[in-house]
Every structure is written in C-alpha cells, then in structure tokens.
C-alpha cells in the first residue's frame, strides 16, 4: 500500500501535464537573415493586437535553416530568401503546398568603403578581399558567385572571395574594413552606417530575388500561425516592406 501511495500523485501529475497543450500560442518562425528588421517590427504589432501569441524566430541562412527544418527544428513559418530552399522544404512534404507563395522582392548590391572607387563589376579585380555569403547555403551569395561567373571574372576572383555564413556577415565584415567590400542585398545596404552601396549588380547576371513563403506542415495546423501568415499579406505588411526599400508587385 506503501509503494502504490507514493507513485499515485506522480501518476496524476504526469497525465495532467500531458493534457496541457505544450505550445499554445506560440508561433515558431524561420526566416532569412535579410527579413530580420521587417519580421521583427511586424511580429511585434501583432502580437499587441493579439494577447496570448508569442514568436519564437530563427533568423539564418535560407538553406540553413531549411536543413534545421528538415532536422526536427520546430517552424510554423518559413520565409526563404529564393526558391530553391522552399522547393527543398516543399520535396520533403515539410512545406503546406497550398500556402506558398510570395512575400517579397529584393536586388543585389555591392557594398563598402565610401573611398573604394569601384562603380561595377570588372573593377572588383583590384579589390583584396571580398565577401559573399556561401554559395551553398546562402541565396545572396549564391546569386553572387553567378554574377561573378557570367562576368567572366570567376578566376580573377577566386582567390579574393571570403565567404559568410549569411548576408548580414558579409554587410558586417564590409563595416568593420574587414573586407573591401561585399554583396549584399539593398536593404541590407540601406541600413549601414560605415558602407555604402558602391554599384547595383546587373540584374542579367543572376536570378530576381525573391523570398517565397509558406506555413509548414505543423504550421499549417497552428491557428496563430496561420492567422500571422495572413497578416503578412495585408496592407500593414507591404508598408513595412516598402519602408525598408523591399520591391512589391
């Protein structure tokens, strides 16, 4: 009688935290590095209009954090900064088919120094170091290394490249003098205080940037998430985008 009176209120103490939902309300979000700004400042008002939801965000490297995805981190929303990684997510039935779509629109600059004298690509070969991101997991430098192979400059330049786990690394790297410059994204630019944007790359030399977004497969069953995911489409959403120099169409 002894041992059955000690487990009993264990028993009843594990079947009642069982029977409380262990993530109401909150919404976890994926996001690329270059939304941080726009995500934050929108999950803010929204959660002021909505008691009760709290967002947990992941800023990174689009692949990257499609890999966490694909690795059992939670995500109820995923905003990539191409369509590669939400295709990836999507191939692996980890994206909501229905819900994809398109956020946002971007376009790649080179950044540094205001004393570098470089206005466009084929002067990047008297420049020491260079930042993009990885090629493998970041979209910016993905388009980067295109950009710099369809200039025909991928071995004067190869030696010269230091690579960033994302895009605001390499817009860092560019502030701190640690490189001669860097390629970023716009919006990026626009809110540095040490660089400026130096050249915008021709847009024929790599892909439109666009940043897909899409609940995911459990998101799709988070009714915060969802009703965030809405708002994003709506006009408070494209104001903000339009105050950090995002393209809307």
């Known amino acids: 009688m002894k041992k059955l009176f000690v487990r009993l209120p264990l028993m009843l103490i594990l079947l009642a935290i069982s029977a409380v939902p262990a993530s109401a309300g909150e919404v976890h979000l994926s996001v690329a590095a270059s939304l941080k700004e726009v995500i934050n400042e929108l999950s803010d008002t929204f959660a002021r209009k909505t008691p009760g939801v709290k967002f947990l965000k992941n800023y990174g ?8 995805i694909e690795n059992g981190a939670p995500a109820d929303l995923f905003i990539s900064a191409n369509q590669e990684w939400m295709d990836y997510l999507k191939n692996k039935s980890l994206a909501d088919t229905a819900s994809i779509g398109v956020f ?15 206005t466009g690509m084929h002067d990047l070969t008297r420049l020491q170091k260079i930042a993009i991101g990885s090629p ?14 369809r200039s025909g400059l991928e071995k004067q330049l190869e030696k010269k490249l230091v690579l960033a786990r994302d895009v605001r690394d390499c817009l860092m790297y560019a502030e701190r003098g640690e490189v001669d410059g860097a390629f970023v994204y ?3 630019a626009l809110q540095a205080r040490q660089a400026k944007i130096l050249f915008t790359v021709p ?4 892909p439109e940037v666009v940043y897909p977004m899409a609940l995911t497969a459990t998101g799709a069953r988070n009714k915060e998430a969802a009703a965030f995911f809405q708002y994003l489409q709506g006009k408070e959403a494209k104001a903000v985008l339009k105050k950090y120099g995002f393209v809307l169409k």
């Open 61 to 68: 490297a689009s692949g990257a954090l499609a890999k966490q």
């Open 104 to 118: 946002t629109y971007n376009s790649l600059v080179f950044a540094g120094s205001p004393a570098q004298r470089v």
């Open 136 to 149: 493998k997991s970041v979209p910016a430098g993905e388009y980067a290394t295109l950009a710099i192979k």
């Open 186 to 188: 716009r919006t990026d």
């Open 203 to 206: 847009q024929n030399l790599y």
